[in-house]
């Protein structure tokens, strides 16, 4: 029987020299060899002859075990952040002269890396839409990558999994797949065929707002170029963190479903009251990614979004929130707020936002562990400070 998610993310290496409950952490850059010829051994196994940190590090790889287990995925490959693991994923198959079919709807930061730096390498680069995505295989035949993710920031729109990795099966594409806003204990896209899930581990996996990391999961065969590409491009993970990341994944399953749970509750709270104009959040029936959501979800995240009238609606709203922050990023402990036209889509044209789904009130809010009684109160008197 193969294990379930919370013991994969305890049980991982053990200390076989102290009997430790933790694994420890190699805080060494360097590991030296017995014998001049051992280095022959490095030829055959990068990930497990240890040699120089930035190729692979026995606390790093306990975690890229776990990882792996808990997206299902043969193998996994940490990094420094979540841009670093994208960046490099995308770059370790990207080459010059291949076509890159990527959704328009993406993480501002790896839509500007698609957008203003891939090009620059011979690489075209061509955005679209979920339906236009569902049917790549037509105008991009023959194309290498696939790049998306569900659910979108900020609407929480779900992309269907099932339909993306059809078309790109058909144009002969590999498929690489954000799957931030879900985490691994929400939905697994290697289980629908996605080839390469990547990760900002800074956000659920780490779920505390004190790591920086990222993650790249998939097959060995495939995560053999991206281990490559990280050598060379140098984004590696430090023991230290990947020490920390292993102690929250420790935790990552009672945190994710009771930020679930939390998310249903004040989704449907404010999908209540009469100042906002609409509620995002994949769990609400009548939301139009539900029925998507339903298909490839576990659960439906501890992230949503809604819509106040106005921009300074907005504005009143998250400056009289008592609980939650006002700041950028997700999945901590900590319930945080932002405005999408303020931080992530910021300076873009009304155009840009329209097609963004975006508007000028939305609220994200990414769902941390208080109590949830606790902030439906805050959000409360926030939105008694809206003048009606
Ligand atoms: C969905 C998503 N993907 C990737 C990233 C980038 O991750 P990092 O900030 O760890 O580089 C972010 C950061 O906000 C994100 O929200």
Request: glycine fraction near 6%.
């Amino acid at each position: 029987m193969t294990r379930k998610k919370s013991t994969e993310a305890i049980h991982g290496r053990k200390d076989s020299l102290y009997r430790g409950a933790n694994y420890p952490i190699y805080s060494s850059t360097t590991f030296a060899v017995e014998k001049s010829d051992d280095y022959d051994k490095f030829i055959g196994d990068q990930e497990e002859f240890y040699i120089y940190s930035r190729y692979s590090n026995p606390t790093v790889r306990n975690v890229e075990e776990k990882i792996a287990a808990l997206e299902k995925a043969e193998d996994a490959v940490l990094f420094s952040s979540g841009m670093a693991a994208i960046t490099t994923a995308i770059l370790a198959f990207a080459k010059q002269g291949d076509t890159i079919v990527a959704l328009r709807r993406l993480y501002g930061m790896a839509y500007r890396f698609l957008r203003d730096v891939v090009p620059n390498f011979g690489i075209h680069v061509h955005f679209l839409d979920e339906a236009e995505l569902y049917a790549a295989h037509k105008e991009f035949p023959g194309a290498k990558l696939y790049y998306f993710e569900t659910p979108i920031n900020p609407t929480t729109d779900c992309v269907s999994l099932e339909k993306t990795v059809r078309s790109a099966r058909k144009a002969g594409a590999l498929t690489i797949m954000d799957n931030t806003f879900a985490s691994p204990i929400n939905q697994n896209p290697i289980d629908f065929g996605v080839d390469i899930v990547v990760h900002s581990a800074t956000k659920y996996i780490g779920g505390h707002s004190d790591i920086m990391a990222g993650a790249v999961a998939g097959s060995k065969e495939l995560l053999k170029s991206v281990r490559e590409s990280l050598k060379a491009f140098g984004g590696c993970i430090n023991p230290m963190d990947a020490y920390m990341l292993d102690r929250s994944l420790k935790t990552l399953k009672v945190r994710v479903e009771q930020q679930n749970k939390s998310a249903q509750r004040i989704a449907e709270y404010f999908n209540r009251q009469k100042k906002i104009l609409n509620v995002y959040y994949p769990g609400i029936p009548s939301v139009r990614s539900y029925k998507i959501a339903r298909k490839q979800m576990m659960g439906f995240g501890g992230m949503l979004c809604i819509e106040l009238p106005d921009l300074n609606s907005a504005k009143i709203f998250c400056d009289s929130l008592e609980l939650g922050l006002n700041a950028t990023s997700l999945g901590g402990v900590e319930t945080l707020v932002s405005i999408p036209v303020l931080t992530s889509h910021i300076k873009m044209s009304p155009d840009e936002l329209k097609s963004a789904r975006v508007s000028e009130g939305m609220v994200r809010i990414s769902v941390g562990l208080e109590d949830p009684d606790d902030l439906i109160l805050d959000f409360k008197n926030a939105l008694a400070k809206i003048p009606a």
